[in-house]
């Protein structure tokens, strides 16, 4: 049996509503992460043994060069 095509374009349609709710999910925790990036160097960077990422990227602490 055959599928007509209004139920494959509905299937579809369904497909996509199904996929947004989980595409802004992923979107919203890449946006917290980001914007909590640098309290997370701020807090590593009170302790003194492990350098933050902006001491580490700093053209001073570059050992390659």
Request: proline share 6%; hydrophobic share 50%.
């Amino acid at each position: 049996m055959m599928a007509a095509p209004h139920f494959m374009s509905a299937l579809m349609s369904g497909m996509v509503i199904l996929m947004i709710p989980a595409f802004l999910i992923c979107v919203g925790i890449t946006v917290f992460a980001y914007r909590r990036r640098k309290r997370w160097a701020d807090t590593e960077a009170q302790d003194e043994s492990a350098p933050s990422f902006d001491d580490a990227t700093d053209a001073a602490h570059e050992p390659w060069r």
